[in-house]
């Protein structure tokens, strides 16, 4: 058996990037996720040390605990990952971040903190496990799920769904993507052009609940995405070192974005007249998969214009969390000079 | 115009005895319309006189037009407590008919002439000011007339009062920050009226001021711009804040100084200031910042602690550092807004479920709000806890003269913050190990270059290695850790301060800014021959002198703004053994206690009276 593991640019192998076994029923689409999640750190050769965890409460928001055990992460509490990843982030502006959210976490208690977060365009990626469904409280509807929908525990919806994707867009994100738990390689390409743009990324993810709502007639289930998934475009992402190699490239079909640290994004598209820089194009597109019964995946919208947070606050290089004494106190010199003005 | 003819005889007349440097002024006027600046201008104008002075804003939860009135108290003594004013500058036609009515026999009251009115007291001396007609010819317009209004009161009150024309002058020039323009025209004004009143106003009632030099070498500032200022020598570095009264000044004040202060030799910030969506995310990046290593604060009342909840408890449980400052309001609910309490000590002391315990520190003067200002944030990070320091609106919003503030002398005191390399020393690093036996552990911050240093927080149960437990064992040793931590709280926290005298019947507790009345109370029973020793607690959990003091009284009178006596409870409870001595008196109607007030419950305990 070859016991040699390949180690990346910063020498890490893929196990290194591995935590705690999940706890999470078997099939989640959820633990798919995380899979990505460390597949993608570990092929960008992200140092763990650089990056942090963040999390809301729910399924979803567990799975941080299984993925890069060497970094450090906040499982928060219920909807108000934003507000602590925003605080995080203003106190250490040079670590990456991924927060992992749900539909109840994101679309209902936390849906207020999470169109803040857009507005403010906190740079860090944003992932929804999207199931529509409550898991941990046993199978009551999520704002997500579809409408008219029937459920063994939680009976009729009566209520039509609060779109993520459709909520980052009217917010403002630069960065918005849907993918589907079973098509890994999107979620990859997706999560690597995300961890490399400037600002906030979301990426809406249906993700299903193997225990609650996967039957096949489901709008979240394994079954209903294969069969309904209409991709936008096939997704490439070239790292800054690495050179773009397409075959038969025509600047027709394909589309190249440039992101922010120097990676590129290559995307084919499989629509012919879908461009992702236009925002009432993705709403139109959206509403319009909703209606037919689509799946609508891949890079909704795109648009790195708005600077981050970060970069509006004005910050030097070194984090606030890292600044010495002397440039967090100021002077004796200084007091008394400001008091003189309230002799 | 002619010597006004006195509307009525006062019992005091001019041959009677001067009351000098020893009384208080109300100024009633509607809100939004510039008379603040004409108030403080007032109150600077004693100051430089070397008086010792304080001002109360009691205004109205609205932005222009309602009743506001502005109390200034001078005097010699040093007392800055509230006390019913005996002098009226009555400006506003709402409320003159009550305004009037609540003046003492003897009082003053300076008004408007333009308000229809008819001075009906034969025991007040009465000087109608004709506003219109003083700023006719003034060349100003609009808006700005009627800010500018106000300054005829200033003339005049100067006069009546023996206020030196420059010293206003001067206080013009403060409160306009040298804008020469704005000093003119307000002076023009101020001297039209002086001369005026010069001229046509017979002084008949006994109130003057004489210059002292009690204020030398003084600062004039409120609670808030000290406290901000301590957090700015605390290094707080991120503020996330939503906007409430009586807490925004605090704010305020952050944003003005951080800029003048908190830069890097690039000039670039050394701060993050952001203006939350609501309470519950200004909370969440202040724990967000604290967990990634910057220290961070909020500042709000009531209604914001309120929703602070459940991150509180969070960062309590998660052991992550975080200030609020509560500038204590009138509550339940809403309540009353713009008017200044005491009640928030029991809720701020267990915000959160379960078995949640904070921190509390209770300022009652600029110098302590600008020393927990920046001690706060050592606190917080040396017990790896919330910290929240219960100001109030009264102390938050005015202004009171201090000493200025001594510059902290010792350095920013960081806690146990594992480095990279510190790490690598450890066999192992475990975030919640009692290593030292404080009940304190060990944390590492994001960033942390070593691969071990990386934890998980949570809210959820956890064993010494911050993994998921749900072992009754591992939350029981969690939680007595915790509580281990707390006791060792009680050596950290700033001591009580405590005044004993000889033949003492009666130990009166209090905190914060009931003191100023608590103190003038004392003096004047103490002329009575009713000695009284007094302790202020300035923290929860209290320290070891705080059930010292406790233990050596027969009798203990705990005075608060609250209706339940709610500090009296606390100690209560921790102090069971002594229960039955430990009495409570707790008054809240929204205003600042008066030393009257506290005398007249201090002889009715010590008389056996209920409260």
């Not at chain 2, 017979?202 to 002292?212: G, I, S």
């Not at chain 2, 600008?370 to 606190?379: P, Q, W």
Request: glycine letters at 10%; one cysteine or more; hydrophobic letters at 40%.
């Amino acid at each position: 058996m070859d016991r040699v593991q390949k180690l990346n640019l910063v020498g890490l192998s893929k196990a290194d990037y591995a935590a705690a076994p999940s706890t999470l029923c078997k099939g989640c689409g959820h633990n798919s996720i995380a899979n990505q999640i460390i597949q993608v750190c570990y092929d960008l050769s992200l140092r763990p040390q650089d990056v942090i965890k963040l999390s809301g409460i729910g399924c979803s928001s567990k799975s941080p605990a299984y993925f890069l055990g060497q970094s450090h992460g906040f499982n928060s509490l219920h909807g108000r990952m934003p507000s602590l990843g925003t605080g995080a982030l203003q106190a250490n502006h040079t670590v990456r971040a991924i927060g992992v959210s749900g539909d109840g976490d994101t679309g209902s208690i936390g849906l207020g903190q999470f169109k803040h977060l857009v507005r403010r365009n906190v740079r860090m990626v944003y992932v929804v496990e999207n199931n529509g469904v409550y898991g941990l409280t046993k199978g009551q509807f999520s704002a997500t799920a579809e409408y008219g929908q029937d459920l063994k525990y939680a009976g009729h919806n009566d209520f039509p769904p609060i779109d993520v994707a459709v909520e980052a867009i009217v917010a403002g994100a630069g960065f918005v993507a849907r993918s589907f738990a079973g098509d890994a390689k999107q979620v990859r390409e997706l999560l690597k052009a995300a961890l490399s743009y400037r600002g906030l990324a979301v990426l809406d993810i249906i993700s299903p609940c193997v225990a609650f709502n996967d039957e096949d007639d489901s709008r979240k289930s394994y079954a209903w995405g294969r069969a309904n998934e209409r991709a936008l475009q096939e997704i490439g992402y070239v790292a800054p070192q690495d050179e773009i190699v397409i075959d038969d490239y025509d600047p027709g079909t394909t589309r190249v974005v440039e992101l922010h640290d120097g990676s590129r994004l290559t995307l084919r598209k499989l629509e012919a007249d879908y461009e992702p820089n236009d925002r009432m194009r993705a709403l139109e597109r959206l509403q319009r998969g909703e209606q037919q019964g689509e799946l609508v995946t891949g890079l909704l919208y795109y648009d790195d214009s708005r600077p981050s947070l970060a970069e509006v606050s004005g910050f030097g290089a070194t984090p606030l969390s890292e600044l010495p004494d002397d440039l967090l106190r100021p002077s004796r010199e200084a007091l008394e000079g400001l008091l003189a003005a309230y002799a | 115009m002619g010597v006004q003819e006195p509307l009525s005889s006062p019992r005091v007349g001019p041959e009677a005895a001067a009351i000098v440097n020893d009384f208080s002024i109300a100024v009633a006027t509607a809100n939004g319309t510039g008379s603040q600046t004409a108030n403080l201008t007032l109150l600077r104008s004693f100051f430089k006189m070397g008086i010792p002075v304080h001002g109360k804003n009691i205004f109205p939860s609205n932005i222009q037009g309602q009743p506001t009135w502005y109390h200034i108290r001078v005097s010699r003594h040093g007392y800055i407590a509230r006390r019913p004013p005996e002098l009226l500058v009555a400006f506003n036609a709402a409320t003159i008919h009550e305004d009037v009515a609540g003046l003492p026999a003897g009082g003053v009251c300076v008004y408007n002439a333009d308000i229809r009115h008819s001075p009906d007291r034969t025991d007040l001396t009465y000087y109608p000011v004709p506003v219109k007609e003083l700023l006719e010819g003034v060349q100003v317009s609009g808006k700005v007339k009627d800010y500018i209004a106000n300054m005829t009161y200033v003339g005049v009150v100067a006069h009546l009062l023996g206020v030196p024309l420059e010293v206003v002058r001067q206080a013009l020039e403060h409160q306009f920050g040298g804008r020469a323009k704005l000093v003119d025209s307000n002076f023009d004004v101020v001297l039209r009226s002086h001369a005026w009143a010069q001229e046509s106003l017979r002084k008949l009632d006994p109130y003057r001021v004489e210059p002292m030099e009690a204020t030398e070498g003084l600062i004039l500032m409120t609670g808030n711009e000290a406290g901000a200022l301590g957090a700015v020598f605390g290094g707080v570095s991120v503020a996330a804040w939503y906007p409430i009264t009586p807490s925004t000044s605090f704010i305020d004040a952050l944003r003005e100084f951080l800029p003048r202060l908190r830069k890097d030799p690039e000039g670039r910030p050394t701060y993050s200031v952001i203006q939350a969506e609501d309470e519950l995310a200004a909370i969440g990046m202040v724990v967000g910042a604290g967990w990634a290593g910057a220290r961070a604060l909020t500042a709000t009342s009531g209604p914001g602690l309120s929703l602070m909840a459940e991150f509180l408890s969070l960062a309590y449980f998660a052991e992550v550092p975080a200030v609020v400052w509560d500038i204590q309001r009138v509550g339940p609910s809403t309540g009353l807004p713009t008017r200044t309490s005491q009640g928030d000590v029991a809720f701020a002391y267990g915000v959160g479920h379960g078995d949640t315990k904070h921190v509390l520190l209770f300022p009652s003067s600029i110098e302590e709000c600008f020393e927990f200002g920046y001690k706060a944030h050592d606190l917080a990070d040396q017990l790896q806890t919330p910290v929240i320091v219960l100001s109030d609106l009264d102390l938050g919003m005015n202004n009171w003269m201090g000493e200025p503030f001594a510059y902290p002398d010792r350095p920013l005191q960081r806690g146990k913050v594992l480095s990279a390399e510190e790490v690598e020393r450890l066999e192992r690093f475990r975030r919640y190990a009692d290593v030292d036996g404080d009940g304190i552990p060990y944390r590492t911050l994001p960033g942390n270059q070593n691969p071990r240093a990386a934890w998980f927080g949570r809210g959820t149960g956890h064993d010494e290695d911050a993994r998921y437990s749900e072992r009754s064992d591992d939350w029981w040793r969690n939680m007595q850790r915790l509580d281990r931590k707390f006791q060792t709280a009680r050596g950290y926290v700033p001591q009580a301060v405590i005044e004993e005298v000889p033949g003492a019947r009666l130990g009166v507790v209090c905190y914060g800014t009931t003191r100023y009345a608590i103190e003038e109370a004392r003096d004047a029973l103490a002329m009575q021959g009713v000695a009284l020793d007094v302790m202020r607690v300035r923290a929860l959990p209290f320290g070891p002198e705080v059930e010292a003091f406790v233990e050596r009284h027969d009798d203990l009178l705990v005075i608060e703004m609250n209706r339940d006596n709610q500090l009296r409870n606390i100690l209560r409870a921790e102090l069971p053994q002594h229960a039955p001595k430990l009495h409570g008196v707790g008054y809240i109607d929204g205003m600042p206690l008066t030393a009257e007030w506290v005398e007249r419950q201090v002889l009715g305990h010590l008389n056996g009276r209920a409260d």
